[in-house]
């Protein structure tokens, strides 16, 4: 009786550990120690696992510890040496993992139900066949966020026209085969659950497929909604309150940081899933064909730079891309040396995950009070001399303001025009992810600085220093 | 329907703590500033490792001649852990990184 008593306190302080760590995660001062609590939580919940009373049971525990080490080796290892740049797609990995272990489990407990060593009944049925589906979808559909986050999947080749009618047919076939397989049970055959497994994996794949670019960080929050779901109707196959608590957590937050997402950029779940922003985006006026833009040369961006009152540097993919962090920060401290107030003004949507910017400067030792965040940004920009934009460009796009016709009309931006000047670093006068023409580029604050953002900011950095 | 009243009255407090966990979730979660966007989805990530648990189970009643089971189990485990212990590693590294530049 006392041994059951310590095994559910066990679990009952994990799940505790979950709750009060994912909320301290949720203020800057003590994310860190409420991640450590989170991990407490999860020593204990798996050491509780481990102990549980089962009658009969064989335990194995030679397997189970085997594959302990293996797995926490593997997963400190790829943890350890990832290079902060590539957080969006290692974190997408470990989310497809969690998604990959619910569909196994779901594997093996059909497979034990048609072979006769598991009673079902219809809700137990419908529990592992959500596990599969969920899981399913969470696995493959992360694997292909982390080809995509890569660059190892070209986001136009992997779609196709009416791709979205193909999806929601292929749906339709896999819930409808599960709900067959529910009311048919054992008589159905082992076919149809291995049917029903491979369509919902492949589901997975085609969901994500045509949905990329600036709306990457939509879906990585919503497959790690998934991945939690997952592991919560896990939890109901074995009727772990643990599971179901965890699970129910990450997918709650997952759900809260999709919507974040979803607001950032004025478009409903609904909209991002079904249309790209490329493809939706035909309406957007081109009147800005005979327009020029006017250059700057190095040496006067320098100038102006380092004359200024105040500086904005605002950041997007292309920063990630040029891996420009660090010299970002070079140019920050020679202006700060010189009595420029530099600030960062981070868009929602900025970079490809939630949040990418602010990991990626804090990883050139950015301290984070001098990154604003949209509101913030915009209501300092009127007073700011000058702004910096490297590699960002649908975030700082006048359009979503003031043309109706434009995809992106309604999304918050960041007002950077009402700023003194403007500079823009862009490798190119090709548009944003969304294929849209930036009206920015032309305005009469603006100045381009073409090249890539790396060598023309360590340019910039050296015509400074000769100031 | 008789089955999902029956279902129902005998699953109460399951459901009492699947709804008021969904509500915890929304509440605790709420209001997270940009800043903490990537963590916060990353140390989640890690939580739904949960899901090694419930491999651990299934590899502890599965026969020792069932390899089956245990291999596929055995996958579970691994595939559990390198989220769990991946995941919260990484959060880590991100949050020291947040961490040191408060002057």
Redesign the interface.
Known sequence: MAYNFYVNLAYLLGAVG??W???L????DS??R???I??L??GL??I???F?P?EG?????G??V???A???I???L???K?K?TA?PQ??SI??G??G???V??A???L??FYHG?RMLD??GLVIILLTLLIGAVAFTGSMLAYAKLEGLVDDRKVTFRGHNIVNNIMLLVTVGLGVWLCVEGKESGTTLPIVVGILALIYGFSFVAPIGGADMPVV??LL?SF??L??AA??L??G??????????????????TV?MCNAMNRSLLNVLIGGFGTSGTSAAKATGDQVVKEVTMNDAAIQLYYSQSAMIVPGYGLAVAQAQKVCKEIDDLLEANGVDVKYA?H?VAGR????M??LL??A????PK?L?LEDANSALPNTDIVVIVGANDVVNPAAEDDPGSPIYGMPVLKVWEAKNVIVLKRSMRSGYAGIENPLFFHDRTRMLFGDAKDTLTKLVAEIKTL | METFYQFFNTNLILIYLLIFTIILGFEVISKVPTILHTPLMSGANAVSGVVIVGAILLVRESAPDDYFSLILGFLGVVLGMVNAAGGFVVTDRMLEMFKKKKK
Request: glycine letters at 16%; a neutral charge.
């Open positions: 979950f709750v760590g994912l909320r995660l949720s203020s800057p994310a860190r409420g991640n450590f989170a991990g939580g999860m919940s798996i509780a696992a481990l549980a089962m049971a064989a335990n194995n525990y397997w189970i085997g594959a302990m293996v797995g926490a593997v997963g400190y790829a943890a350890k990832v902060m957080m290692m974190v470990f989310n993992l969690g990959a272990c619910a196994v489990l594997g093996v407990e497979y034990l060593k219809t809700g990585i929050s790690n991945s939690g997952s592991a896990a939890g196959i074995y772990n309150n643990l599971m179901l608590v965890g699970g129910i957590l990450v997918g709650a937050s997952g759900t809260i940081l974040l981070i929602p995950m939630p949040g990418h602010n990991v804090a990883e030792d950015v301290p984070y990154l965040d």
